[in-house]
């Protein structure tokens, strides 16, 4: 077992579907699990990330929470991988950037309909939104990126097996053309 | 005027619109409709709709494209501060926010708005789109009392108004007269390759920054076969620190004109379009005053004097804030009444122009040139000036100096020379050419202003000794940021990009990230963005980058290559939102 490659997984604002990519590779999983050892990931349930030569991130940065999970994933893992449009770009979390925190809360917590006793949450147990969402590359070095939302399961696999062979990860202008 | 209701502003819609239903004109109707309401209403959105025969969302998204138009009511009073980097150095700031202060009680749309044209007699601001200038503590208090009051801006005290026109130096040009009509004459009696013959050998070069040589564009758009010709004044003078055209305009917009039915005569059009920024909305009268004074002296209009079948005439086009407009094919679009994104070229104005006809696109200055050089002849105009840029060029000289205003030099006048007359010498670099221009350091104050050597398009912002660089860079980064029309990702994203480096930097928050990124992005839109806005947009950092790398490096919290992200200063919005006590990072 101590051979085995350490990967870690982690969805921060994201919606899943970049992990749910990642087991579209199908029964090629059973030839990964061979080869690599999951640290954190969902698919693992391990709260804190140990030290890994992979570290794979979905999602943008949108909470401080984000921000300190991200910062550690950084620390402990060797490469670091963005993986899609919202790692990449912000993405669909990043569209209330065109207004300000406030508006937003306004909206979902208070000028929402059917709401009771409504009021923006502060519980000290939340974690903080930013002011504004962020791609995971203004907040930490970033080694390789996968765009696509979500990358297919092919382009995660090709990452992976040159990453375990020792080589630089490369996608044709085909892999990444998604209109 | 209030808003006050559909039936109003249907009738107020329908007394714009012309019967031709032009669509092009839906830009000038637009702005019609705001300086009435003080927005655009939804109302007058489905009348323009219903009377022009075009879908809501282009009328929409043209409201949206220009800054002097709103889509909601702000109030009855819009008051946008100039923010050039030299009504910052006058103090707008504080002004900016006492006024805000003595009118928190009242519903009025206070903001910033980029260089108004006033440099030489800030700090600026434009009221319901009115320019005022030289704006202190005192008269802050005057207008917000008049505010207070609801006074109508056309009751306001005209003192308030007052413009100066500042010409500090004359030469050539100035100390000649033209736009009496002598040089539409001798265009007619000539004929139009004797013209176009003078010109040439006069070397005369757009006055608008490019510098294509003038004869040349003409001789093109002349070739072009079409049955419509069209000329085009080019009014538009948004590069921050420019204002030579204001004062040409509001002092000798004869010769401008002339200048037109010259070009007019030459290429065979019918048919002028001035298109004058909406900063200069003051000026509309003035030169309509002109236009028609000229009309019933015969310079304009059918049988232009008397010269059987020479007909040719001139309207205003208003533009309502936005920069890129400056741009030749982008102004095309604005005057043909949709948002100003620049068009691909080829195929030039010259042949393919305003409403697909071949069009030509001059500076004001140009044409003031060209009244002159008809009279005078070339061999006047050549004396003075270098052998690839003859003649002279006005320079609107602003910032830390004594003379602020306009100076009339021969090409290939140094900057040592400049700076003495205008009282600047102990500048610590001159702005050249506004901001998409290059900064110059005393080591380069022997170069000289000319095409071969530091070409501009007369803005001339001087920053003395006391001022700090950043400044400067944070200034015209904001404004590219705003100004940037969207279009292409390379401008798009890459001003946003060093707009936030730079304010990194400027709150000596900086990293060697930063840096990189600054370059990176500079070295992109050299080469990628789609239009000239984008292209130049580097050149002020890298200046910067190039010039004084000490002074970034002394504003850099890490030397480290990691993306500094601030935490502390990322949450201040949701801490100030939500109770903040008990809460820590």
Redesign the interface.
């Known amino acids: 077992m101590a051979d085995k490659i350490k990967i870690a997984t982690v969805s921060l604002a994201g919606c899943f579907g970049c992990h749910m990519s990642i087991l579209d590779i199908d029964e090629k999983i059973i030839d990964l699990v061979e080869l690599v050892e999951f640290d954190r990931s969902p698919l693992t349930d391990i709260k804190q990330v140990s030290e890994c030569d992979i570290g794979i991130i979905e999602g943008a940065v949108a909470n401080?929470e984000n921000?300190e999970v991200l910062k550690d994933f950084r620390k402990q893992c060797k490469t670091l991988v963005a993986m899609g449009a919202c790692a990449l770009s912000g993405g669909i979390p990043a569209m209330r950037n065109h207004f300000?925190?406030?508006q937003c809360?306004r909206e979902s917590y208070v000028n929402g309909t059917g709401l009771e006793n409504s009021c923006?949450?502060?519980d000290?147990e939340l974690p903080?939104?930013?002011?504004?969402v962020?791609p995971v590359?203004?907040?930490?070095?970033v080694d390789y990126v996968m765009p696509g939302c979500p990358p297919p399961a092919d382009m995660i696999w090709n990452l992976l097996t040159a990453l375990l062979e020792g080589r630089k990860p490369e996608f044709s202008a085909e892999d990444i053309r998604y209109d | 005027m209030d808003y006050t209701d559909t039936i109003d502003t249907c009738e107020f819609v329908d007394s714009c619109v012309e019967p031709e239903k032009d669509t092009s004109l839906l830009l000038q109707y637009l702005i019609q409709i705001q300086y009435r309401y003080n927005f655009v209403p939804e109302d007058a959105i489905s009348q323009l709709q219903h009377s022009l025969d075009l879908d809501v969302a282009h009328i929409k998204s043209v409201i949206s494209f220009y800054s002097f138009l709103n889509s909601s009511f702000q109030g009855h009073y819009r008051i946008l501060f100039s923010d050039n980097i030299t009504d910052r150095m006058l103090g707008n700031q504080s002004l900016y926010e006492q006024l805000k202060t003595s009118l928190k009680n009242h519903k009025v749309d206070i903001g910033f708005t980029s260089c108004t044209g006033f440099c030489d007699q800030g700090p600026a601001m434009l009221v319901n789109g009115m320019a005022i200038n030289k704006l202190d503590s005192k008269r802050i208090t005057q207008i917000a009392d008049l505010i207070q009051n609801n006074q109508p801006l056309e009751l306001w005290p005209e003192g308030l108004f007052v413009k100066e026109e500042n010409i500090q130096r004359s030469d050539i040009q100035f100390n000649s007269k033209a736009g009496d009509g002598k040089g539409i004459e001798a265009a007619l009696e000539n004929g139009s390759d004797a013209i176009l013959k003078i010109l040439n050998d006069s070397g005369l070069r757009g006055r608008g920054g490019a510098g294509f040589y003038t004869a040349k564009k003409w001789q093109f758009c002349k070739q072009a076969i079409s049955n419509q010709h069209y000329v085009v004044c080019n009014a538009d003078e948004g590069e921050p620190g420019t204002f030579k055209d204001r004062v040409l305009l509001s002092t000798d917009a004869h010769s401008v004109i002339e200048g037109m039915t010259i070009c007019a005569a030459v290429i065979g059009a019918t048919k002028g379009l001035i298109y004058l920024r909406g900063e200069y909305r003051f000026l509309v009268d003035k030169i309509n005053e002109v236009l028609q004074k000229r009309r019933t002296e015969g310079l304009l209009g059918q049988n232009i004097l008397g010269h059987q079948g020479f007909n040719f005439d001139i309207e205003i086009h208003l533009g309502a804030g936005a920069y890129i407009c400056g741009e030749e094919s982008a102004l095309i679009e604005s005057l043909e009444g949709k948002r100003g994104i620049p068009r691909v070229r080829p195929p030039f104005p010259v042949v393919d122009g305003y409403k697909n006809k071949p069009t030509v696109v001059n500076n004001v200055e140009t044409f003031w040139s060209v009244s002159r050089i008809i009279v005078n002849g070339s061999h006047w105009f050549t004396r003075k000036g270098t052998p690839q840029s003859t003649g002279t060029r006005l320079l609107s000289i602003s910032g830390d100096c004594e003379r602020p205003g306009i100076y009339e030099y021969p090409f290939g006048t140094t900057l040592t020379e400049i700076l003495k007359d205008c009282g600047g010498s102990d500048a610590q670099a001159v702005q050249m050419a506004g901001a998409a221009g290059t900064t110059v350091v005393p080591s380069g104050f022997d170069r000289a202003m000319s095409n071969e050597d530091l070409s501009t398009g007369g803005s001339f912002m001087v920053l003395g000794p006391q001022r700090n660089l950043m400044d400067l860079l944070q200034n015209f980064a904001q404004f590219f940021k705003h100004e940037s029309c969207g279009f292409c990702t390379p401008c798009r994203v890459g001003t946003s990009i060093i707009a936030d480096v730079i304010q990194r930097f400027k709150n000596a928050q900086g990293c060697e990230?930063d840096l990189k990124q600054l370059r990176d992005v500079c070295g992109l839109m050299n080469i990628s963005c789609f239009c000239g806005l984008g292209c130049t947009v580097p050149t002020v950092f890298l200046d910067a980058l190039n010039q004084h790398s000490q002074m970034f490096k002394d504003l850099m919290k890490t030397d480290s290559?990691?993306?500094c992200?601030n935490?502390e200063?990322?949450?201040?919005?949701?801490?100030q939102?939500?109770?903040p006590s008990?809460?820590g990072?």
């Open positions: 401080a921000v300000t925190l406030e809360l923006i949450p502060d000290v903080m939104l930013l002011n504004k962020y590359h203004q907040v930490v070095k | 990230h290559s990691t993306p992200f935490l200063e990322s949450v201040s919005e949701f801490k939102i939500t109770n008990g809460r990072l």
